[in-house]
């Protein structure tokens, strides 16, 4: 019996802990609200980023490397359910943060994190949840499986939605470099040319 009330406490303390992650991105929420500005802790999209860049491609897998967290600045599919500190914003996140939280304070082992790699920041594939409770839990490093994505101009890990304009036409923290390095058999990336056709 007393075992298993012990095994029962990392799910108790997780339930406790999401509600903290919770109400602290609320009012992070109220606090960006009343200052006029609701965007500036919005989580950046990969996809958003991309088209500010206007012309990048896919290199190549870096394999598994350990990751700063707070180089971790954006996703490319969950960017609306965390804020720009991986705070959960919807209820609907609850179940599986709460069981990656429990994991850990377990010490479970638990998969790498799949991360895009673009100049100096990353965003995530896959691992989302885990990259919020590693923050909640003051974790500085993550395991990660990684994918370097090669861009026209160098990517700040530093980064945050407040550095995209509303038109998102260019990024105040990235310099404009010209690109013009071909792709594998002297032809430019799909996207840049999808690029280019968007700015005729």
């Known amino acids: 019996m007393l075992r298993s009330a012990h095994l029962d406490l990392p799910e108790q303390e997780a339930a406790k802990e999401f509600a903290g992650a ?31 860049l206007g012309r990048w491609r896919q290199a190549h897998l ?53 991360l895009l790699r673009v100049g100096d920041a990353y965003f995530v594939r896959d691992g989302n949840h885990r990259v919020s409770v590693a923050r909640w839990l003051g974790v500085e490093r993550l395991e990660a499986e990684v994918v370097e994505v090669r861009v026209a101009v160098p990517v700040k890990a530093a980064i945050s939605a407040r550095d995209l304009p509303e038109d998102r036409r260019h990024l105040r923290l990235f310099e404009s470099p010209t690109y013009s390095s071909p792709v594998a058999g002297g032809e430019r990336s799909d996207r840049s040319a999808h690029a280019r056709r968007r700015r005729r």
Do not use: M
């Open 22 to 52: 919770r109400k602290k991105a609320l009012l992070r929420q109220i606090w960006a609200f009343l200052r006029r500005n609701p965007n500036c802790n919005r989580l950046l999209s990969l996809e958003e980023v991309a088209e500010a």
């Open 62 to 114: 870096l394999g598994r490397q350990t990751v700063p967290v707070e180089r971790i600045v954006g996703s490319e599919g969950r960017y609306a359910d965390f804020d720009d500190e991986f705070l959960p914003l919807k209820g609907s996140s609850e179940q599986r943060w709460r069981s990656v939280y429990a994991a850990l304070r377990r010490d479970e082992e638990l998969p790498p994190v799949s």
